[in-house]
């Protein structure tokens, strides 16, 4: 699991790069290895379809869905209304209320400001404080 | 007052003023809710059509927590994994206690847990089946969260409905829950092994599923004895 987290978070430091396939590819594979442990969140009552892996100290807000095949690194927000599924968020990252991601791939360190976005396949990069300020790379 | 104090408070607040909307709401309230129920119904069509397409039977289990849905599970899982391929959704509140006790059964299991929502709906069980190759399974078991209120509201693309209740839970259980029984195809009334020692009547049982809903199949049995489940299995097709 963490071989294909790693080779992930590789491609997507350097987004010129990535080569759509390979991504793809290897988020299937993420997917079929990843465990459940949802039992270690802070937050109140999210609604979980497993597969679901959280990292330490993951924050979740109310009324929240995650899952089939979502991973959340340590010290993410997911905050009120999100919906998540078949999505990798990696270490630091703050997402908006009311996003709804599809098959994504959120990057290290990444903060979204803003409220109401509905993305599918696309990686996730960097600070934005209003949704036309969003870097996304479409795969 | 601490903030998590505060945030409940106010989500409850938010639920009352949705039932008792205010006049200039209210129409507001019941077209979205009609629109809810409309889109669930529509969901639970595709999820079903995908079920058919793929030969899978099907199967919702709804019933009160304790009244034997899982013990059930696991007597139809002991019988059917020798020869098929078998998927069981589980949901609950919380934890996965009930998808590892049907695992030993050598089913496959999927555990949803629903955290405030008191109910499956057909959007949880869509979002399971796109990432399945539904060819890999014969039968699949939808054991919904436990009680005998909500999950009448939403249907979830399964052949049949069964519902499960026990003899501990008393005679009127199945006259106070009518529209579980309405909606529902199989009834089983589960722990049958204890009618002496409770002396419940479960004729009365029997006959108030009858009248509620004419065309329900109803079936005395005991998960623990093993009593009935032989007649169970030829009821849903095995």
Redesign the interface.
Request: charged share 35%; glycine share 6%.
């Given at each position: 699991m963490k071989e294909e987290l790693t080779k992930i978070e590789e491609i997507i430091v350097n987004p010129t790069g990535i080569k759509i396939s390979n991504i793809q590819e290897l988020m299937e594979t993420f997917f079929v290895k990843l465990k459940n442990r949802v039992d270690n969140y802070i937050g109140d009552y999210p609604t979980f379809i497993e597969p679901v892996y959280l990292e330490d100290n993951v924050k979740i807000g109310d009324d929240v869905l995650l899952g089939p095949n979502v991973y959340v690194g340590a010290n993410s927000e997911i905050p009120d209304y999100v919906e998540i599924s078949n999505t990798i968020i990696f270490d630091n990252v703050k997402i908006g209320e009311n996003f709804k991601l599809e098959n994504c791939i959120v990057a290290k360190n990444s903060s979204f400001n803003f409220k109401n976005l509905n993305l599918k396949n696309s990686v996730l990069i960097g600070v934005a404080n209003l949704k036309n300020e969003l870097q996304t790379i479409g795969f | 007052m601490s903030d998590?104090e505060e945030?409940e408070i106010s989500?409850i607040k938010e639920v009352e003023s949705t039932n008792l909307a205010r006049d200039d709401i209210r129409e507001l309230v019941i077209e979205t809710k009609k629109a809810v129920e409309k889109d669930n119904d529509l969901l639970a069509n595709r999820v079903h059509r995908n079920f058919l397409d793929n030969n899978i039977k099907s199967f919702d289990i709804v019933g009160a927590i304790g009244a034997g849905k899982t013990a059930l599970l696991e007597k139809i899982a002991e019988k059917l994994t020798p020869k098929f391929r078998m998927l069981v959704i589980c949901g609950d509140?919380?934890t996965?206690v009930d998808a590892d006790r049907i695992e030993k059964y050598n089913a496959e299991t999927?555990?949803?847990?629903?955290?405030?929502?008191c109910a499956l709906n057909a959007y949880?069980i869509h979002?399971?089946i796109k990432?399945k190759d539904l060819q890999n399974y014969d039968v699949i078991f939808i054991e919904n969260v436990g009680n005998l209120i909500c999950p009448s509201e939403f249907v979830l693309g399964t052949d049949k409905r069964i519902i499960v209740v026990s003899i501990t839970e008393g005679e009127w259980v199945v006259e106070k829950h009518p529209m579980l029984f309405k909606k529902s195809d199989i009834a089983v009334i589960n722990k049958i092994d204890l009618k002496e020692r409770l002396g419940t009547n479960v004729e009365k049982m029997i006959a108030d599923a009858k009248k509620i809903n004419p065309e329900i199949e109803v079936i005395t049995t005991s998960a623990k004895t093993g009593e009935n489940i032989d007649k169970l299995m030829e009821l849903i097709g095995f």
């Open positions: - | 998590k945030r989500r509140i919380t996965r999927i555990q949803i847990n629903t955290g405030r929502e949880h979002q399971i990432n």
